[in-house]
């Protein structure tokens, strides 16, 4: 068989290649242009939105211990692990949910594809947004629409809009998609403003698939709301591992299903999951339920994990903000914070930068070495010029160790901590300064 003979799905040609590996090969690429300079700079790490904190070494010293469970286990996850979830999710955000509405899988991607897979319906997804849901929305040939977020409102969905957007659709069920807190912008919805969502949600028919991956992640966590609290009968929550415990190589996920679906949706899921992938990992799951069942110490992982983000990202993203012709949404919650180029479009269209993925290659360009995510990696328009600021390029040990010596309360102590223990971010926010300055 010649080579060109093996035939490919027409689906996986039209699919993006996650950005993760994207950005890898554009580094990859750079560093060869850059050697004709004699040029041997790393780039700023911007773009790769990764806890830089240890596995908790509860579960860790779990994991050990299961080591030696290899048999199956139920698709749907084991009784255990099941039960502590239900029990996590009703005391931290007063979602009662039943072991039975729980379905643990191989990371929250996996069960995003499932849930696409499915649920009837189009797929809704506000943009910016994180480049995963659109491609396996496309690879399963399931349609789906963009609905623009606007700056003026912070990127919050705001309910009129989806009011309209609903309305302008097929009187049919739809999926939204409701990233809280948010990639890439960072803010966080409210219960008021999840409230209002829920009741267009309702009068539209509307579910919602809850991605509240960074939800113990939110720096004022008492100030998060979980949709499936306001909206059971209609959500859609998943979360897992990978964000506020670090563990995103363990690849678990948890979904919590809506309430509507009765023992119709589980069962559909158990027979997918079992059909995929027979089941997660045992010794990963029996070492999970350490992360899910009430600790002392994983709550002390939260609060010093959750007030280094939010110092990281506060110091960041006032620096950021303060460089003229930039703005920069103020994070709430997990890693990330959005950077709006807009200001400069004129100035770069002038000078050859016609869209926001030819920002992105100007970005990483020698001399600047900034690698962040763009254009369509966040669903953005192509007149639209901005980037995501992941702010996790520190040695996560040492500043988790720094902060336990000596907690900074101050802004200046803030500042110093961020100089002491990531300086490589603050030397990356003078190369995104010197950047704007050729523009400006």
């Not at 594809?113 to 997804?125: R, S």
């Not at 506000?126 to 623009?148: C, D, E, M, N, R």
């Not at 003026?152 to 659709?169: A, G, H, I, K, V």
């Not at 953005?380 to 988790?400: N, Q, S, T």
Request: net charge negative; glycine share 8%.
């Amino acid at each position: 068989m010649q080579n060109d003979a093996i035939k490919i799905q027409p689906a996986l040609e039209a699919l993006h290649m996650p950005e993760n590996l994207t950005i890898g090969m554009m580094v990859a690429e750079q560093h060869e242009q850059c050697r004709q300079f004699a040029c041997d700079f790393d780039y700023y790490g911007f773009a790769f939105g990764q806890s830089p904190f240890c596995v908790p070494p509860l579960l860790q010293k779990k994991l050990q211990e299961n080591a030696a469970y290899g048999g199956y286990v139920p698709a749907k996850g084991i009784p255990e692990l099941r039960a502590a979830v239900a029990e996590f999710y009703e005391r931290h955000f007063q979602l009662e949910a039943s072991p039975e509405r729980v379905i643990i899988g191989p990371g929250t991607k996996t069960l995003i594809y499932m849930i696409f897979n499915i649920v009837e319906g189009d797929v809704i997804i506000p943009s910016p947004a994180w480049i995963g849901y659109a491609p396996q929305a496309a690879l399963l040939g399931k349609p789906w629409h963009v609905l623009p977020l606007s700056p003026e409102n912070d990127y919050r969905l705001q309910p009129e809009e989806l009011d309209t957007f609903l309305s302008s659709l097929p009187r049919k069920q739809h999926l939204l998609i409701l990233n809280n807190p948010h990639n890439p912008t960072g803010i966080l919805y409210s219960s008021e403003d999840l409230g209002a969502l829920a009741r267009v949600c309702r009068k539209h028919r509307t579910l919602v698939l809850a991605d509240e991956i960074y939800a113990l992640t939110t720096y004022h966590v008492d100030a998060f709301t979980s949709m499936g609290a306001l909206y059971p009968e209609g959500t859609f929550v998943t979360g897992g591992l990978s964000k506020d415990r670090s563990a995103g190589g363990y690849r678990l996920g948890i979904c919590v299903l809506p309430t509507a679906g009765g023992t119709a949706l589980a069962q559909a899921f158990e027979k997918m999951a079992a059909t995929l992938y027979t089941s997660i990992p045992t010794p990963i799951q029996r070492a999970a339920v350490s992360a899910y069942l009430q600790s002392r110490e994983i709550d002390e992982y939260f609060a010093v994990t959750r007030e280094i983000h939010s110092i990281m990202g506060g110091v960041l993203q006032g620096l950021c903000h303060n460089i003229p012709g930039l703005q920069a949404t103020l994070p709430q919650g997990g890693f990330y914070f959005f950077l709006d180029f807009q200001e400069l479009a004129e100035a770069f269209r002038e000078k050859g930068l016609q869209n926001a993925n030819q920002l992105g290659a100007a970005l990483l360009s020698h001399p600047h070495h900034i690698a962040t995510v763009t254009g369509d990696a966040l669903m953005l328009p192509p007149h639209r010029f901005g980037a995501r600021i992941a702010f996790v390029d520190y040695e996560g040990e040492k500043a988790y160790e720094r902060y336990q010596e000596n907690p900074p309360v101050k802004a200046e102590e803030k500042l110093n901590f961020v100089r002491e223990t990531a300086p490589r971010m603050l030397e990356g926010v003078k190369a995104i300064e010197n950047f704007v300055r050729q523009y400006r």
